[in-house]
């Protein structure tokens, strides 16, 4: 089970380090002084510590640091507003082309109008953080996406009259959109910190 | 401040866990498990480090050149021929005893303000 988890380490350190870290478990194990018990609280404690330790040091040697939340910076939001208006813009365009009417009775008449948005908050990601070399910059830039293509609620009211609803509905639409963009985003800066480790190489 | 910049800065205070791991280095070569037992020893069982936090520090020690991996293992140990051994390099003997002094020092302060701990 152990060696399970030391699978979870960065792979660099893995392959460097990962025998002698089960060498080393395996010596606690073995030596009777210390009850088996007791041995698992340490690694317990030990484990969830030092892998994110190796993952931050991981990410920093990717060049992509983790500084922390602070303000975003200029390339955080510019990519952020342009991967907003270009998210609204997409979804306004769906709309006066009935985009959706199109694929309508197909399985794909959501996921269609989800997957560009989704793409773009990967994009707005990756280049934030490739414009800040920050990891929270790909973020910002996600999380400013979100609040900019949140236009499309007074655009679908002032445009096609339409409403969203309800009070409740229109919460459910704002963490929709966020937990997008935090995730999508996230996964862009991620994206960003391995490909400039490559480049770097 | 990084942690790499406080390696490369004599005098800047080390991480306890840096600290007792070049302790547990100075006087002869050890393996992985041998350096935990010595750590936990040494610092009266204050700071039981895991086999991750071990390699992670040793990992940065080895790389800031303050510890260097041994090639050929102790003739005295019969144990697994797989294990890694280290010891300090000359870096490691300066930066440890440059810690000594400034923990010294930091003493001297604390015993003029009469910081001394209560028996």
């Given at each position: 089970?152990?060696?399970?988890?030391?699978?979870?380490?960065?792979?660099?350190?893995?392959?460097?380090?990962?025998?002698?870290?089960?060498?080393?478990?395996?010596?606690?194990?073995?030596?009777?002084?210390?009850?088996?018990?007791?041995?698992?609280?340490?690694?317990?404690?030990?484990?969830?510590?030092?892998?994110?330790?190796?993952?931050?040091?991981?990410?920093?040697?990717?060049?992509?640091?983790?500084?922390?939340?602070?303000?975003?910076?200029?390339?955080s939001?510019?990519a952020g507003?342009?991967?907003?208006?270009?998210?609204?813009?997409?979804?306004?365009?769906?709309?006066?082309?009935?985009?959706?009417?199109?694929?309508?009775?197909?399985?794909?008449?959501?996921?269609?109008?989800?997957?560009?948005?989704?793409?773009?908050?990967?994009?707005a990601?990756?280049?934030g953080?490739?414009?800040?070399?920050?990891?929270?910059?790909g973020?910002w830039a996600g999380?400013?996406?979100?609040?900019?293509?949140?236009?499309?609620?007074?655009?679908?009211?002032?445009?096609?009259?339409?409403?969203?609803?309800?009070?409740?509905?229109?919460?459910?639409?704002?963490?929709?959109?966020?937990?997008?963009?935090?995730?999508?985003?996230?996964?862009?800066?991620?994206?960003?910190?391995?490909?400039?480790?490559?480049?770097?190489? | 401040?990084?942690?790499?910049?406080?390696?490369?800065?004599?005098?800047?205070?080390?991480?306890?866990?840096?600290?007792?791991?070049?302790?547990?280095?100075?006087?002869?070569?050890?393996?992985?498990?041998?350096?935990?037992?010595?750590?936990?020893?040494?610092?009266?069982?204050?700071?039981?480090?895991?086999?991750?936090?071990?390699?992670?520090?040793?990992?940065?020690?080895?790389?800031?050149?303050?510890?260097?991996?041994?090639?050929?293992?102790?003739?005295?140990?019969?144990?697994?021929?797989?294990?890694?051994?280290?010891?300090?390099?000359?870096?490691?003997?300066?930066?440890?005893?440059?810690?000594?002094?400034?923990?010294?020092?930091?003493?001297?302060?604390?015993?003029?303000?009469?910081?001394?701990?209560?028996?």
């Amino acid at each position: 089970m152990y060696r399970l988890l030391v699978r979870l380490y960065p792979r660099e350190f893995r392959v460097r380090y990962g025998p002698d870290i089960e060498q080393v478990f395996q010596d606690m194990i073995q030596d009777h002084e210390i009850p088996t018990l007791l041995t698992w609280l340490s690694v317990s404690r030990d484990l969830p510590h030092s892998l994110i330790q190796e993952h931050l040091v991981n990410l920093r040697g990717r060049r992509i640091v983790m500084r922390g939340i602070h303000a975003p910076e200029p390339g955080s939001a510019i990519a952020g507003l342009v991967v907003g208006l270009g998210i609204m813009l997409f979804w306004l365009a769906g709309r006066g082309f009935h985009l959706g009417r199109l694929v309508e009775g197909t399985p794909w008449t959501a996921d269609v109008l989800l997957l560009l948005p989704c793409a773009l908050f990967v994009i707005a990601g990756f280049i934030g953080t490739r414009r800040t070399r920050n990891f929270i910059g790909g973020v910002w830039a996600g999380v400013i996406a979100a609040v900019v293509s949140l236009l499309i609620i007074p655009g679908d009211s002032l445009v096609f009259h339409r409403s969203v609803g309800s009070l409740f509905a229109g919460v459910i639409i704002v963490m929709t959109s966020g937990a997008l963009a935090l995730l999508f985003s996230g996964m862009g800066a991620l994206l960003a910190g391995k490909t400039t480790r490559r480049s770097a190489l | 401040m990084s942690r790499r910049r406080q390696f490369a800065e004599p005098g800047e205070p080390l991480s306890p866990t840096a600290f007792y791991i070049l302790l547990s280095l100075r006087s002869q070569e050890r393996h992985g498990y041998d350096i935990l037992k010595k750590v936990r020893d040494a610092s009266a069982g204050k700071i039981n480090l895991g086999p991750g936090t071990l390699y992670t520090t040793l990992k940065r020690l080895l790389e800031a050149g303050v510890v260097v991996e041994v090639g050929d293992r102790p003739t005295a140990d019969q144990g697994d021929p797989r294990r890694r051994y280290y010891r300090l390099s000359d870096r490691g003997h300066r930066d440890l005893a440059a810690e000594v002094r400034r923990m010294e020092r930091a003493l001297v302060l604390a015993r003029a303000a009469q910081l001394e701990p209560s028996a």
